[in-house]
């Protein structure tokens, strides 16, 4: 088995698909649409509509850059509040025209920042659960990535979660763990393994409910072979998904939600 | 996060300094900080008791604001500085009493007790041991009383108890609080203050953000009233879910309330952040608080909302 770590490596590559080269090759005929309505434009989250197969849904995604300039527009992948925002509003917006929603994750976290905490980062993220928690239309996101904590979670509130082989899901990058705990981030490997953020180890803990295979050393060595096996199975699983009466299908995204804690009393 | 600690440090139980430093937990004030103090914990203790042992008479304490030293019963019981008026942190017990009808409180779920999911190293002896120290079982409790004669569900964190992270007994509790309140129809209170997810919990941490606000949002949609009281410190994913989901968000005055640690946005941008950053009044003005309230006007505050809300008066 790879160690965790090495899974952080891949999940982090530069060169690793982006959740615009998955919205582009599963979907048919994507119109992004922008903003917020409030602030601002966030590029570290793009967003829109389109078909899967025929079935017209919403997709979003976090979306990191493959150099330095296309970094700086989309921040790295960092969304800032107006980003959560614009989800959210593109989410109500499938809510209303009754189209499922397809989240693609793929983010360190949530910008750390003065405008980010002036306008509300935890709010941002706090509405975002509130909000996602009865949103009446179906919902699956894909980690693909990173899914860093609070600021994946924000859009990681859905029926299904799904991981990329090689992606890793976490409460907090195993450096920032290895450093608050251990007051040293060099033993991020160390934490990594400690952590259970693989796709493998979240299954087993009921935290995702499938794994995407990827080509040998990550899915940017055979991108078509991963995009046309998530698109297989989203094409499966909407449409199920879609079956459900409404009631079943919130029921069980809070249940889905409700069992995790571990405790005694 | 330095310049806060010692602004604002925990007075819970006896341990004052002493107890915010040279404590891995102390780091958790910060859940989203990369890089926390790097000081050695062994040290420090013992030479900060020396220091007060020179300058503060047993029984009495030194103000870290003002500077003014003092018997500790001048505090009063809403700990309150007599020539600053700074705040010191209430634990959960003295926060109900304050709150709470008097003898009106039923706690819930008394005896639950945090497992170890990822069987990280340590969590359970730290457990047992804070545990000894602070009587309390976790960060939490929960229950059921009157304020000025009205039902509530009422929740109160301590901060006393490893920075009041979020795991999965802090989750459970305050869901069970919440859906015992839609099942009841009651109004619900939570005190917050949080250094975040609690990082010995992993991702089982990481998805109580998301189990309490679906139980808020289902108390939400059963038309039923939320109130926040954002208390000092309330950040990381405590902030990013249920502290910012009330109905009516109250908070103490300067009480720190963010989602980054200040040491991370200090390192992400590479400059200074002024004082008032994060504080209440900075929320406020950037319209994230309902309304700023003083430690003693709060059971009235609370009450009169509940007032407006029950649609029939209490007896006060």
């Not at chain 1, 499938?94 to 980010?116: D, H, L, M, Q, W």
């Not at chain 1, 995009?227 to 009466?245: F, R, S, T, W």
Request: include cysteine; aromatic fraction near 8%; charged fraction near 25%.
């Amino acid at each position: 088995m790879m160690p965790a770590y090495d899974k952080v490596k891949i999940a982090r590559k530069v060169s690793r698909p982006t959740a615009l080269d998955y919205i582009e090759h599963i979907f048919e005929g994507f119109i992004e649409l922008h903003g917020d309505r409030g602030y601002h434009d966030d590029k570290a989250v793009v967003g829109g509509i389109a078909f899967l197969g025929d079935i017209p849904v919403t997709v979003i995604g976090i979306q990191k850059g493959k150099n330095m300039e296309e970094n700086i527009a989309c921040n790295f992948g960092q969304p800032h509040p107006e980003g959560y925002r614009k989800a959210l509003r593109l989410m109500k917006q499938a809510e209303k025209f009754g189209r499922p929603v397809i989240n693609f994750i793929n983010t360190s976290g949530a910008y750390c920042g003065i405008g980010a905490e002036e306008r509300g980062q935890g709010e941002a993220i706090a509405r975002n659960l509130l909000e996602m928690a009865t949103l009446k239309v179906p919902m699956i996101s894909v980690i693909i990535g990173e899914g860093g904590s609070g600021g994946a979670l924000a859009l990681a509130f859905t029926d299904r979660v799904w991981m990329l082989e090689n992606s890793v899901y976490c409460v907090l990058s195993p450096e920032g763990f290895a450093s608050i705990l251990w007051k040293d981030a060099k033993r991020a490997a160390e934490a990594a393994d400690l952590m259970k953020i693989t796709a493998e180890d979240l299954l087993e803990l009921g935290v995702i409910e499938k794994v995407i295979k990827e080509a040998s050393g990550g899915c940017q060595n055979d991108f078509g072979f991963t995009a046309n096996l998530l698109k297989g199975k989203l094409e499966l699983e909407i449409p199920a998904l879609m079956q459900k009466p409404l009631d079943e299908l919130l029921n069980e995204r809070y249940e889905r939600f409700r069992k995790f804690g571990e405790f005694t009393e | 996060m330095d310049l806060f600690k010692k602004k604002y440090v925990s007075l819970n139980g006896e341990g004052e300094q002493k107890k915010d430093s040279g404590n891995i937990f102390s780091g958790l004030s910060s859940v989203f900080a990369k890089k926390e103090s790097t000081e050695k914990p062994a040290p420090q203790p013992p030479k900060k008791e020396k220091e007060r042992d020179e300058e503060v008479p047993a029984g009495s304490i030194k103000c870290p604001d003002c500077g003014s030293i003092y018997e500790k019963k001048e505090l009063g019981s809403l700990k309150i500085c007599p020539k600053c008026a700074r705040y010191y942190r209430l634990n959960c017990k003295e926060r109900v009493r304050m709150i709470a009808d008097k003898g009106s409180f039923k706690e819930f779920d008394s005896q639950m007790e945090a497992k170890n999911p990822l069987n990280y190293p340590g969590y359970e002896e730290k457990i047992a041991s804070l545990q000894e120290k602070t009587g309390l079982k976790d960060a939490v409790i929960t229950g059921e009383c009157t304020i000025g004669g009205f039902p509530a569900v009422l929740g109160v964190m301590d901060s006393g108890f490893m920075m009041a992270s979020m795991g999965s007994v802090v989750g459970e509790k305050l869901t069970r609080a919440f859906e015992y309140a839609t099942q009841h129809r009651l109004p619900i209170i939570v005190f917050t203050c949080s250094g975040g997810a609690r990082m010995q919990e992993g991702i089982v941490s990481l998805m109580q953000m998301a189990k309490v606000s679906a139980a808020v949002a289902k108390h939400s949609e059963a038309g039923l009233l939320y109130i926040t009281v954002l208390t000092d410190p309330t950040t990381g994913g405590v902030t990013a879910s249920f502290a910012m989901q009330g109905d009516i968000i109250l908070s103490e005055p300067k009480a720190l309330i963010g989602f980054a640690g200040r040491r991370v946005i200090e390192q992400t941008i590479k400059q200074k952040l002024p004082d008032e950053f994060q504080h209440a009044e900075f929320l406020l003005e950037h319209g994230f608080v309902d309304k700023i309230v003083d430690r003693e006007a709060l059971p009235y505050t609370i009450r009169d909302i509940l007032k407006i809300h029950c649609g029939k008066v209490g007896e006060v």
